[in-house]
């Protein structure tokens, strides 16, 4: 058996494929979609939207395989957590305020709302089941119809072909999703064996670790459009991530096994989870979601860490 430094080196690196493969495979279905002159809107509320929630869709799905189903349940709702209080947080800080566009106080923000009281719904009795899963992606396939019929009614924009090699395009895909594998593979390979090393539940360590690891690309994301004055899209971006996270990467594994969810989760991840989400739809009906803002949604997310480790202390 490797020692617990080496599986902490494997996880970090695991992570950095999964992120950066994850990347690529969005950069080529982008690329790949617009040279068959798909809209930038449509590639943006699907393979965009879903290509930030990859990590963590991927990774539930070899969690599921491996029969590690609270894996699944504990890294949504970290992933869910972090997005909102740390990369908001950051975002907000970086660009001193983020705007609130009116499609996002009139669209975004009540599906958010609609979709995380849902997932807490099924949540709260400690496990997501097959009918449960069911409704989830019922919920992500209205999401994606709902507003693509709005926006391009709103947007009407002609769509131009890009001319590319769709031949070398749709290589890299499979290539990248090869990677998008591996990288998922050994992150839960070795979450599962540093919790059984150090004596830390993987539910910690999923709410934790993993949840930051696979929150990364919405972080990116956040921060560039934030420094850019895009604030549509890196608000946008997060709401749609926790929307595909909360119903898709849930849906998806919950129609093969019922996934239950750690103690830990369930009783400090969930209640973080209702704060943060109530936190930033009040936040955006304010139209602004200012820097101070941001230094308490940073704030309250290392209190939740905080208390977390005090678990394992």
Known sequence: MLPWFVW???FIVSMFVLIKSSSYFVKFSQKLGESLGISQFIIGVTIVALGTSLPEFVTS???TIKGQV???LDNVVGSNIANILLVIGVGAI???ALKVDRDLIDIDIPLLLASQALFVLFLIDGSITLFEGIISLFVIAFYIIYTTKHRCAVTQKKVRKVKANKSLLLLGIIVSAF???????FTVDSIITLG????VGTGVLSITALAIGTSLPELVVTITAAMKGNFEMGLGNIFGSNIFNSALVVGVPALFKTLTVSNVTLTIGLPFLIVATLLV???GISKKIH???GLMYVLIYVVFIAKLLMMII
């Not at 990677?179 to 593979?185: D, R, S, T």
Request: glycine share 10%; net charge positive; proline share 0%.
């Open 70 to 72: 609270s894996i699944v």
């Open 179 to 185: 990677f998008i594998y591996l990288g998922a593979k």
């Open 61 to 63: 799905i070899i969690a």
């Open 196 to 199: 059984g090393l150090l004596g």
């Open 281 to 283: 739809c009040f936040s």
């Open 8 to 10: 902490a080196i494997i």
């Open 291 to 293: 820097i101070w803002e």
């Open 94 to 96: 970086f660009a001193r």
